[in-house]
Each structure stands twice: as structure tokens, then as C-alpha cells.
């Protein structure tokens, strides 16, 4: 608790001093671990981006790159979950009270988004053709399972569409602050 010191407009003591404890302006408790830099964020997310980029692309890659791929986005997903986590929680738990209508918006797609991936995931591995035989779990894959992650993997690439775009200004700005790269090694001048 800090002691706050309130003026007083006689005597000889200038103030008086309360127990009151202020408003804490960060309603999340605090934490020992130092934010992740915005450059780490932002590395990171390009490269769940080209994993994503390369899952959707079954007929280039072949099913069984697909799949595998598919088991390697997860991990990637669960770092960009934690990275973001702060953000998270802080806006989840004000999201019935007083927010901006794009931060409601992007909170409201963000838990869609978590959905559709988990969703996709699941029916994925349920209508997998190759991955899960080759860790030894016999399945036969089910026409349903294939239909719907069909259908849910398209939604999901307009969602991650719309995501990428309510970004925009956030990767412009990161994108700015790379340090241009020449042949020469030397900064430019």
C-alpha cells in the first residue's frame, strides 16, 4: 500500500497522509519476465506466416509435406499465443466494459481465428493420409472429416486475410524499422 499525501491549507504541517492505495492503471498482475522486443514479435510472426502460406498450398506441396506441416504450425501458433498472451488477457477481460469498436473487432476474430485453426487442426488429423500412419496410428480417413477441413481451411484463409490487414499499420511500422541490408556490409551513407 502507498501512502498518499493530501495538501492542507492551515497549520503548520503541509499535508496529511493516508493509507490509500491509487487506482492501479495495470489491471494485469505484474510479471518477472521482460516483454518480448517488437522485432522478436514480429520475426516470429513472419515466420508462422510462411508455415501458414506453405500449408495451404497441398497441391504444390504434395499431402505429405502438408500434413507435417501442418504438425509443425502448432508449435508456432502456441509461441505466437504466448508472445501475445498480455494482450490476451487484458482485453478479454475488458472486453463486456468500455473498448474501441476495432479492438472488440480484432479480439471477436482473434477467438474466431483460435477456433477455425483448432478446428482445422482437428479435422486435418482425422483426414490425415500419410503423417499419423507414419507415427504408427492406423486410421482410416473419413470423407466428413476431409469435407469440412476443406471448407474451414478457405474460411480460415479470409480470416487470417482480414487479421493480416487489421495489422496493416503494425507491420508497416515494423517493416520501417529493419536495418536496410547492401553487399558491401557497410551502412549506407
Request: proline residues 10%.
Amino acid at each position: 500500500m502507498r501512502w498518499r499525501r493530501f495538501p492542507l491549507p492551515w497549520g503548520r504541517r503541509k499535508s496529511l497522509s493516508f493509507g490509500i492505495k491509487p487506482p492501479d492503471s495495470n489491471p494485469l498482475p505484474p510479471t518477472l519476465a521482460k516483454p518480448v522486443p517488437d522485432a522478436f514479435k514480429f520475426r516470429w510472426d513472419v515466420l508462422l506466416f510462411l508455415v501458414f502460406f506453405l500449408t495451404t498450398v497441398p497441391n504444390a506441396t504434395g499431402v505429405p509435406l502438408h500434413e507435417w506441416t501442418g504438425l509443425a504450425i502448432i508449435p508456432v501458433l502456441l509461441v505466437h499465443l504466448l508472445l501475445n498472451w498480455t494482450w490476451i488477457i487484458r482485453f478479454s477481460r475488458q472486453f463486456f466494459g468500455r473498448l474501441p469498436g476495432e479492438i472488440r473487432f480484432n479480439h471477436l476474430l482473434d477467438t474466431l481465428l483460435f477456433v477455425g485453426i483448432a478446428l482445422v487442426m482437428f479435422s486435418g488429423l482425422l483426414a490425415s493420409q500419410s503423417a499419423l500412419r507414419t507415427l504408427g496410428i492406423p486410421l482410416v480417413p473419413d470423407p466428413f472429416w476431409r469435407h469440412l477441413h476443406e471448407i474451414w481451411s478457405n474460411v480460415l484463409i479470409v480470416m487470417i486475410g482480414v487479421h493480416v490487414a487489421m495489422h496493416a499499420r503494425w507491420i508497416i511500422a515494423r517493416l520501417r524499422r529493419l536495418p536496410a541490408s547492401n553487399s558491401s556490409g557497410k551502412e549506407p551513407s
